[in-house]
């Protein structure tokens, strides 16, 4: 098949393009570099260097895709409030130019990297995809809103939205310090520097690991309908920060950290029910926290 995939020198979009190539898709991939990396792009792919929120750039893209895997945009509920504009027109205004491109390619479906960020906080049971949406983050409100423009388009151009839960592993940016909770704790451990926690060690997560997400990510097939599907993306298990402080320890012994304030828009707790999940792609089992940290540690240390 012939796959446009958004975001593709990022961390999870670069993976997924990799997996797609390996499996003999044709893939043309796109991304501004605002936070990715161009030696992510696979050498295979056809790419072109542009930033979504100018739909200008975008018709001039000669491809017409079967399928759009849409992962571009800002990714840290952080960096959102830093500009708020900014981050609707990277976030929002990009999605619904990517809509009027399917339209228009008469692509058969858009595959969309929404997020946890949508629920707000939900309490302490594990969320499930038909509760309310009560987003903190200029970031949550933004993907909310891109759902919903998927969502009123969905008779033009069906979509699968997978909200996922803090995605980890090998080709996260260590460098960017202000998104991806495991790969900022890791990155400072590696350095033997005091990592900043940023609020309550209490607060608890939904770690999974970046395998398992481009598993489904290339299982599309599983919703290669007309149906809008809001699916999540996470391994079920409730990590709070101390226990992810405590295995990255196994690892990496002598770390030390300190409690800082908390950021602005940051959800205390959130786990995922992967129970639609599980059934829809016949998924059930999952890298635990554990492994999947030894695997990503591993690979940083060759
Ligand atoms: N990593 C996670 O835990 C996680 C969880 C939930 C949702 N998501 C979403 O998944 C997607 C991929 O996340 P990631 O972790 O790979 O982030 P990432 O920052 O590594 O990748 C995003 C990519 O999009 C590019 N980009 C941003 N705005 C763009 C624009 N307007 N035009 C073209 N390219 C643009 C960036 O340069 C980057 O390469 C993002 O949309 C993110 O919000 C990520």
Wanted: glycine share 8%; charged share 20%; with cysteine.
């Amino acid at each position: 098949m012939k796959i446009f995939i958004t975001g593709i020198a990022g961390f999870i979009g670069s993976k997924v393009a990799q997996k797609m190539i390996s499996l003999g898709h044709e893939i043309f991939g796109v991304d501004d570099f605002s936070s990715g990396l161009i030696e992510n792009v696979p050498k295979s792919a056809y790419f072109m260097e542009l930033d979504l929120s100018d739909i200008n750039s975008l018709n001039k893209i000669d491809f017409n895709p079967d399928l759009i895997f849409h992962l571009a945009g800002q990714s840290s509920g952080e960096v959102s409030f830093d500009n708020p504009v900014v981050d609707l027109s990277k976030n929002t205004v990009s999605t619904l130019n990517i809509i009027q491109f399917g339209i228009k390619k008469q692509s058969k479906k858009i595959y969309y990297a929404s997020s946890m960020s949508v629920y707000g906080d939900a309490g302490n049971l594990p969320v499930s995809e038909n509760i309310a949406c009560q987003p903190l983050s200029c970031y949550g409100v933004g993907k909310l809103a891109s759902e919903n423009y998927l969502r009123i388009f969905n008779n033009k151009i069906p979509s699968t939205i997978f909200r996922m839960f803090n995605v980890y592993g090998p080709g996260q940016n260590l460098e960017n310090l202000r998104q991806g909770m495991v790969s900022i704790f890791v990155s400072y451990a590696l350095k033997n520097k005091a990592i900043p926690v940023k609020g309550s060690l209490n607060r608890f997560r939904d770690f999974v690991f970046i395998d398992d997400v481009v598993d489904i990510w290339c299982d599309f097939e599983k919703t290669l309908d007309d149906n809008l599907y809001i699916i999540n993306i996470g391994n079920g298990t409730k990590t709070t920060v101390n226990n992810l402080l405590s295995t990255i320890q196994n690892h990496i012994p002598n770390l030390c950290w300190n409690e800082i304030d908390g950021t602005p828009g940051d959800q205390f707790g959130i786990y995922c029910d992967n129970n639609l999940l599980k059934k829809i792609y016949n998924k059930n089992k999952f890298i635990n926290l554990e492994l999947g940290l030894s695997r990503y540690i591993e690979k940083l240390r060759n």
